[in-house]
């Protein structure tokens, strides 16, 4: 099953506005990271979250992590149309190896 | 600077077909290396991954195998290709534990 959830599956909003998108996972983790994905593109890295780190931010993009609650989130802050695209959330956990585990991913859709 | 190289982009194959996907990566050596299948509006799967030449790990049972002739390369293979082989298929690399992946431009493979 996957290590990580992504909640919404897919979120609708207006350029300017802010998109929040939830990652729960399973085990305990090395690191968190985020990807984008453009429809039929390879996925793209945006962010990476240690298991020891609790805020991150990169440009317009703000990462959290609750180790307590096995959770992450990624917002995106004043929106804009070219952020519409798949968001993922992938665990790197002692527990998989070498390998990410990734969540099922959030379509965001930034309207003009 | 590191690249991935992935093709070809797309495929159409027969069923019973056989099939060879190349990634190579260039700017890095002993990269471990993976390759996903992602379903339509799906997340990720990883089908196998390689931590060194001829080392191959393989995460699900399935029609396909891995190979890894050099350091930087990573083939896909199957001897008679299946409708449900049908997928996006990506390749990826990380230089190593908690690091992050550098994704393919993906294969979108049609078994017809």
């Known amino acids: 099953s996957q290590q990580g959830e992504e909640d919404p599956q897919a979120l609708s909003i207006q350029e300017g506005e802010n998109a929040t998108m939830n990652c729960s996972y399973k085990t305990s983790i090395n690191n968190l990271q985020w990807y984008r994905q453009n429809s039929g593109r390879g996925l793209v890295h945006l962010i990476l979250i240690r298991s020891n780190e609790r805020e991150k931010h990169s440009g317009r993009l703000r990462v959290t992590l609750d180790t307590s609650k096995k959770s992450s989130s990624l917002l995106i802050t004043a929106s804009r149309a070219a952020d519409t695209a798949s968001y993922f959330c992938?665990?790197?956990?002692?527990?998989?190896?070498?390998?990410?585990?990734f969540g099922a991913g959030t379509i965001l859709r930034v309207k003009s | 600077s590191q690249t991935i190289h992935q093709w070809p982009a797309t495929l159409v194959q027969p069923v019973g077909s056989p099939l060879s996907l190349e990634c190579t990566v260039e700017?890095?050596?002993?990269?471990?290396l993976y390759w996903y299948r992602q379903a339509a509006g799906r997340g990720l799967q990883l089908l196998f991954y390689s931590v060194g030449i001829g080392q191959i790990s393989s995460e699900v049972p399935q029609n396909l195998s891995a190979s890894r002739p050099q350091d930087r390369q990573f083939i896909l293979s199957s001897k008679k290709l299946l409708l449900s082989d049908s997928g996006f298929y990506l390749c990826?690399?990380?230089?190593?534990?908690?690091?992050?992946?550098?994704f393919g431009s993906g294969t979108q493979l049609s078994v017809l």
């Open positions: 992938a665990t790197d956990a002692w527990e998989y190896g070498n390998k990410l585990v």
């Open positions: 990826a690399w990380k230089s190593g534990a908690n690091e992050k992946l550098f």
């Open positions: 700017g890095t050596s002993n990269p471990n």
